[in-house]
T-cell receptor, first 113, second 111 residues
Framework: QKEVEQNSGPLSVPEGAIASLNCTYS??????FFWYRQYSGKSPELIMS????GDKEDGRFTAQLNKASQYVSLLIRDSQPSDSATYLC?????????????FGKGTHLIIQP | DVKVTQSSRYLVKRTGEKVFLECVQD?????MFWYRQDPGLGLRLIYF???????EKGDIPEGYSVSREKKERFSLILESASTNQTSMYLC??????????FGSGTQLSVL
């Protein structure tokens, strides 16, 4: 059984600071890694994907992957109240196949104005 | 933009009823998925399909079945609803595992 672990939080961060969200996964064969954001009462939406070791930046978001440590993280710079949401880490072992993603239970992030 | 449409936002059913949850996507995606989301348990994959008339069990298929007669439509069926199937059900589609597009979800209550 593939497992994806996240700290459930809540993680409280002051506005303007860096929010750091972490995720570990059990399947060493995992190929693709995703971060989804889910606002309360809404469905998840993809914000970042990463496939190779290192950092990937997109605006205020940076995803970091370390396959040796089976660890993936999401950094949110200059945090805004609108970033308050649950962040889901998701992992795929198929590298483009069709067997769906395994999700972590999510970290609840609160940005304090 | 991709649109994944779930037929009902809220649904209330009685124990033992047969329940159909419908999902339609408009981007000609090959893959479609059904997840359920519960507090403290996260998103769990029930069934998925990678082609018309094809289906594969996910992590928690017990008590559910699916149907995919057309590429754009993927139905989740609860043969005999039970109270432990009260949950938020999320349909998703993708062309590959690069990006899942989710529907708005169906909150099902089984009384």
């Amino acid at each position: 059984q593939k497992e994806v672990e996240q700290n459930s939080g809540p993680l409280s961060v002051p506005e303007g600071a860096i929010a750091s969200l972490n995720c570990t996964y059990s399947d060493r064969g995992s190929q693709s890694f995703f971060w989804y954001r889910q606002y309360s009462g809404k469905s998840p939406e993809l914000i970042m994907s990463i496939y190779s070791n290192g950092d990937k930046e997109d605006g205020r978001f940076t995803a970091q992957l370390n396959k040796a440590s089976q660890y993936v993280s999401l950094l949110i710079r200059d945090s805004q109240p609108s970033d308050s949401a649950t962040y889901l880490c998701a992992v795929s072992d198929s590298g483009g196949g069709a067997d769906g993603l395994t999700f972590g239970k999510g970290t609840h992030l609160i940005i304090q104005p | 933009d991709v649109k994944v449409t779930q037929s009902s936002r809220y649904l209330v059913k009685r124990t033992g009823e047969k329940v159909f949850l419908e999902c339609v996507q408009d981007m000609d995606h090959e893959n479609m998925f059904w997840y359920r989301q519960d507090p403290g348990l996260g998103l769990r994959l029930i069934y998925f399909s990678y082609d018309v008339k094809m289906k594969e069990k996910g992590d928690i298929p017990e008590g559910y079945s699916v149907s995919r007669e057309k590429k754009e439509r993927f139905s989740l069926i609860l043969e005999s609803a039970s109270t432990n199937q009260t949950s938020m059900y999320l349909c998703a589609s993708s062309q590959n595992n690069e990006k899942l597009f989710f529907g708005s979800g169906t909150q099902l209550s089984v009384l």
